[in-house]
């Protein structure tokens, strides 16, 4: 059974920065993506970046890109999303997600998910 686990959310000024975890375990972890979403409230779930666990890819949405930076530990299983120039419009929970193979930018091609994590990013 995959189990995620998401960390590093907070409350941030403007322009600051954070830095989310995301530790997962379980089985065939190498053959998936690894998504971050967020959701914001009254809002749907929203892609924000991806990472092959077994390869070199990465993709981020277009609000994100130059802004953060999605990376992982192989040898810890953990994904990390380093957040800089944060800005209000990023407030939302942060989910963590895995089971995509293809379509990563879609969260129904996601069969496991994080508990989410807050970030607030104050004006």
């Known amino acids: 059974q995959v189990q995620l686990a998401e960390s590093g959310g907070g409350l941030v000024q403007a322009g600051g920065s954070l830095r989310l975890s995301c530790a997962a375990s379980?089985?065939?972890?190498?053959?998936?993506?690894l998504g971050w979403f967020r959701q914001a409230p009254g809002k749907e779930r929203e892609f924000v970046s991806a990472?092959?666990?077994?390869?070199?890819?990465?993709y981020y949405a277009d609000s994100v890109k130059g802004r953060f930076t999605i990376s992982r530990d192989n040898a810890k299983n953990l994904v990390y999303l380093q957040m800089t120039s944060l800005k209000p419009e990023d407030t939302a929970v942060y989910y963590c997600?895995?089971?995509?193979?293809?379509?990563?930018?879609?969260?129904?091609?996601?069969?496991?998910w994080g508990q989410g994590t807050q970030v607030t990013v104050s004006s």
């Open positions: 379980g089985p065939t972890l190498t053959s998936y993506v």
């Open positions: 990472i092959r666990w077994n390869g070199d890819n990465t």
């Open positions: 997600a895995t089971g995509a193979t293809y379509g990563y930018t879609r969260p129904t091609a996601y069969g496991y």
